[in-house]
């Protein structure tokens, strides 16, 4: 594993850790392997990839850290804010898909996770409509999601994770099924939030280019079962812009982290 | 937002017109037919009256018929009320449970496949007679309210099942902001279905009583005209009778429609 000096003034926030796993794995019923062992301790406030190829676990870590799936040995360790109450609450998450009630308005939807602590009525309306507000969706919290696009259905999936202001925000492949246009909008957008709110972010991809573009640190993951094949530090002058992407730095980190997956599919072939 | 449709009124408009317009002619045509083959060959009202016949006698006789009427939708009402409430929360319960899913479900499943018109009598012999073909009407509508609320309950989107598992929702809560929402199409279904078929009930219960002698619904009325060859009553009770089933399901088609409106595929235009 590479591990390389933190840059000044981020240091203090880099101390401690958001989440940490131990030799986790995870084996489905049949005695198939589909995780691990894995080892990965994730800072506070860093953004960091996850990336494999398909079927090799990403997804899985992410749903065993955010406690939606229990690993079959090993232990998690996520920090909480301090006197949490709800469990799960320190911890955004953003699937593949918006996943959003369809019969119900994008605030509604944004301020479900408060309605379920039972954080009062006028205050959680308020908090909702302020994290649309930080994912640019004012105008549309009153339509329902049929009425919005794919991206803005995946702006609203994003400020609905961000409404209990969460510690850590997971996200698991969440513009996967976004036209690049969007999806480079989004990334864009998911970096400058991520400047303002400091939060750390966890974010599962099976994209090469958008796991450099977006993220200080790229945990290369194997086939089946995942383990981390390289851990690579992704460091450019911040904040990363439209100039990042069509930088020859950037086509560098977009290189080496290809090289590392690349024994994960140049091997044999399962077809 | 976007797909609003621009030319709306126009060919849409008079293809509608067109699907409303067509059977109600045929329908017009169908009586004038009927009326002239009974005035021509001068068919005696005791075989076949004319339709100009069971107009005369809807409204000579609408004392009597209203009652009967009043009487088959009020047992319509209690069935359709008591096996929504039934159906729904003999899902909720098996939603809940497992186990009682397994001992019931076969029970559910055997009192729907036996013809109610065979439990009927026996209905009559154990049950006052009122309870008796409220009971019928409920026997038959249960069932699909009963299917349509288990399969939406476990229609819910796993994703988002996981979102309130992440967020710690209570069971309660799971079922509330959930499992209720994402059935609600399935449960509308269940109804629209379920509305006509407890005015079937209520007519099948109020035949097989019919000898008993004490009903006065609408299908007692027209086994009673049948005994008295009085043949244009039977026609005017069976018209009634045909108009308040689909009054049933177009007010129950309303109410899905506009409950269902704002966001289920159901009930949106083809053009969004």
């Known amino acids: 594993m590479i591990e390389s000096k933190i840059s000044p003034g981020v240091e203090a926030s880099l101390t401690a850790l958001a989440a940490s796993l131990r030799g986790v794995t995870k084996s489905y019923d049949t005695g198939v392997m589909a995780l691990g062992p894995l080892d990965l301790a994730v800072r506070k406030g860093e953004f960091i990839s996850l990336l494999g190829p398909s079927g090799c676990g990403k997804s899985t870590a992410l749903r065993i850290i955010a406690g939606l799936t229990a690993p079959s040995s090993g232990t998690v360790r996520v920090s909480r804010h301090e006197g949490e109450v709800q469990p799960g609450h320190g911890i955004g998450f953003v699937f593949q898909e918006p996943t959003l009630m369809p019969w119900t308005s994008a605030r509604e939807n944004v301020r479900l996770p408060l309605k379920l602590a039972g954080v009062p009525k006028a205050e959680a309306r308020a908090r909702a409509d302020e994290a649309l507000a930080s994912v640019g969706l004012t105008d549309f919290a009153d339509a329902y999601p049929r009425e919005l696009s794919g991206g803005m259905k995946m702006r609203v999936s994003l400020a609905r994770a961000l409404v209990t202001d969460p510690d850590i925000l997971l996200m698991d492949e969440p513009f996967a099924a976004l036209d690049e246009i969007t999806r480079f909008r989004l990334n864009n957008d998911l970096l400058a939030l991520w400047r303002r709110l400091g939060k750390t972010i966890i974010f599962v991809t099976h994209s090469v280019f958008e796991s450099v573009y977006l993220s200080q640190r790229v945990v290369v993951m194997t086939a089946r079962p995942g383990r981390i094949q390289a851990d690579l530090r992704v460091e450019t002058a911040e904040p990363r812009g439209e100039e990042f992407r069509t930088s020859i730095a950037y086509a560098d980190y977009c290189r080496r982290v290809s090289a590392a997956l690349a024994p994960s599919y140049s091997g044999q072939s399962v077809l | ?272």
């Not at chain 2, 098996?94 to 076969?106: A, G």
């Not at chain 2, 439990?119 to 073909?133: C, F, K, S």
């Not at chain 2, 379920?194 to 109020?206: C, N, R």
């Not at chain 2, 086994?223 to 060859?229: F, H, N, P």
């Open chain 2, 1 to 272: 937002m976007s797909g609003q449709p621009v030319i709306a009124a126009g060919p849409s408009g008079a293809q509608r017109a067109v699907r409303f317009v067509l059977p109600v002619m045929v329908f017009a045509a169908g009586l004038v037919a009927w009326e002239l083959v009974v005035r021509v060959k001068e068919i005696p009202p005791y075989v076949l009256p004319a339709p100009s016949a069971i107009f005369l006698t809807l409204i000579n006789d609408w004392a009597v018929l209203s009652q009967s009427l009043a009487a088959t939708l009020l047992t319509t009402l209690e069935g359709f009320v008591a096996a929504s409430i039934g159906g729904i929360a003999l899902a909720l319960l098996f939603n809940r449970s497992k186990w009682v899913e397994y001992s019931l479900f076969p029970y559910a499943v055997i009192l729907q496949v036996t013809p109610v018109i065979a439990i009927a009598p026996l209905l009559l012999i154990y049950l006052e007679q009122q309870t008796a073909v409220v009971v019928c009407a409920f026997i038959v509508a249960f069932f699909p309210v009963l299917s349509n609320t288990t399969l939406g309950l476990n229609s819910v989107d796993r994703n988002l099942a996981g979102l309130f598992q992440l967020y710690g929702a209570s069971p309660q809560q799971a079922l509330r902001f959930l499992k209720l929402p994402a059935a609600l199409p399935y449960i509308l279904g269940g109804l629209r279905i379920a509305g006509g078929l407890s005015l079937i009930g209520a007519v099948v219960a109020e035949i097989a009583a019919g000898t008993a002698g004490a009903g006065s619904g609408l299908a007692y009325r027209i086994a009673e005209s049948g005994y008295r060859l009085n043949i244009p009553r039977m026609f005017a009770a069976l018209l009634l009778l045909s108009l308040a089933g689909i009054v049933i399901y177009g007010l129950l088609a309303l109410v899905s429609h506009l409950v269902l409106r704002r966001w289920h595929e159901s009930a949106l235009g083809k053009e969004n």
